[in-house]
């Protein structure tokens, strides 16, 4: 995988950070430039994302990336990691945390809740993944505008429209289709540490019911779904809190 590196201190957890569906790993770099620069950072272009190709003749899912998350953490980085996952992002790190145990100090999930993982029926899973294989790019450009706010800026709307769109559907939509139908219920069993969720304004009611007590939430309520794009500086010192809080 295509991925940054920072280097930090060793007896420090290494920070990584785990991009969104159809995003890349240069959507985290204002949060690269804003952690202190004692904590070493991984921030992975997943495959099929950004600079990272898709794998040839098997499908993406949430399970086969947070084996690669697994593999990426156990090549580059010695002790203790902490996990932070934007939207999907957040499925793979929670999944990854499953499998490395004692090794994750915490996970942090950026607004990925945003979707009540677990409470979708298999009728309305395949009523949101018709609308991406009838039209991605449209489908694409709905999902920003449903997921924004008043403070999402036109030119944030505009570039994720743009980059988001040139994804292959050919590994996107049966990725689409895993973390639609993804359920967290295992991964949270067989966690060994804590989790925390920065929020936008967005989640629905029945994700907070169905999630809300497996971690604690931090909830910018102006905010949409890409909040740590849209506003850097108040979304940065809630990161680093937390940061702070499982180093």
Known sequence: MAVTVREGNTNQPVIVLIHGWTCRRTYWQPQIDALP???????????????????????????????DVVRLI???ANGK???????????VSLEAAARLGD???????????????GGLDEETQEGIHKAFRDNFSGAIAGLIEDTSTGATPASLKERLRKEMSEADPEWALPLWKSLL???PEQA??????????????LIPDS??????????????????????????QGFNPHLVEVIRRYA
């Open 37 to 67: 620069p004692e904590f070493p950072v991984l921030a992975p272009d997943l495959p099929g994302h950004g600079d990272t190709a898709a794998p040839d003749g098997s499908p993406l899912s949430i399970g086969t990336l947070a084996d």
């Open 74 to 76: 156990q090549d580059h």
């Open 81 to 91: 990691v902490i996990l932070v996952g934007h939207s999907m992002g957040g499925a």
């Open 103 to 117: 090794r994750v100090r915490g996970v942090i999930l950026v607004d990925t809740f945003v979707i009540d993982y």
């Open 181 to 183: 139908g993804w359920n």
């Open 188 to 201: 949270f069993q067989r966690l060994r540490c804590e989790v925390h969720a920065i929020n936008g304004g």
């Open 207 to 232: 994700a907070r019911e169905r999630w809300g007590g497996k971690m604690t939430e931090t909830v910018l309520a102006e905010g949409g779904h890409f909040l740590q794009m849209e506003d850097p």
